[in-house]
């Protein structure tokens, strides 16, 4: 008799234990998705992935001036070789830096007789608008745009570094360029994915990867990139593994050259300067055909 009560009680117990699951997996989904809905409204994937930087720094003689996008306006900075330019560079810096720095130095090493246009991203220096990475696609295109009024036939080029190579390479597959050159691209999507999912199970890495816009998948961007490119790369960078730099690498559809530095960190130079300007000249010798 006691064996037939216990028995009987069991249906009832399991009942119950799958309530008490269901009610603990009920809090849980309610939880995960007020915290997810926080991460968006927060805008938790340009919070995290982009460091903006305001001035002022030394701008080594580059030129300033302002261009208008759906933002407010757009802070570009030119520098040139001593000679009147036979082609034009639109050059997109990594995360957490201004473009005024560098300018100057980087237009006096170009190969060629060129000109430098870099853009401070928006939210960035003295570019108006929030900082956000669906920002950064739009305004590298305004900026392409008017460098394309100024150049007229002459060949247009696009350089990139680290985050800049998404900009780089959403303008390259939407507008003419003669020619590409990346320093550690990433791969956004791949990354997030990939280096930030274990902490939460992949419960908040995957959600945040698909916030990252279209336009900023150097992947899928890649593939419809038909310009040359050189990609300097580096094997032991700790900021953007090289598999997520060689996932873009593969997807890149023109004609290509990998430079790749092994031992190289993130901002370690990648290769000697003569190689790099040697690639870079063949792209010029060929856009003037």
Known sequence: MLKFLTFAKRP??????????????????????TVLLGAFALGLPDRLMLWPQSGPVSAHGATRFTVPWSGGDLELWKARTNREPEAYVLRF????D?????????????????????????????????????AIGESALVAYDALAKVAGDKPIF?????MGTTAALRVA?????????????????SIIVGDHGWWNLWLLAVPLSWRVPASLDSVANGAQCIAPAVFAMSGKDTVVRYRYQREVFDAYKGEKHALVRPDANHNDPIVDRAEINQHLLQMFTAARR
Do not use: C
Request: net charge positive; glycine share 10%; hydrophobic share 45%.
């Open 98 to 134: 201004l473009v005024e720095h560098w300018v100057t130095s980087e237009a006096q090493d170009l190969p060629f007789a060129g000109e430098m246009w870099a853009m401070n991203y928006p939210g960035f220096g003295g570019s108006t608008g929030p900082a956000s990475l669906k």
């Open 93 to 96: 810096h990594g995360n957490g």
């Open 12 to 33: 009832h117990d399991m009942k119950n234990r799958a309530r008490r699951i269901l009610r603990r997996l009920m809090i849980f989904l309610a939880v995960y998705m």
């Open 173 to 189: 597959s939407a507008r003419k360029v003669a020619g590409v050159f990346l320093h550690n691209p990433p791969a956004l999507r």
């Open 158 to 162: 696009v350089f990139g570094t680290s």
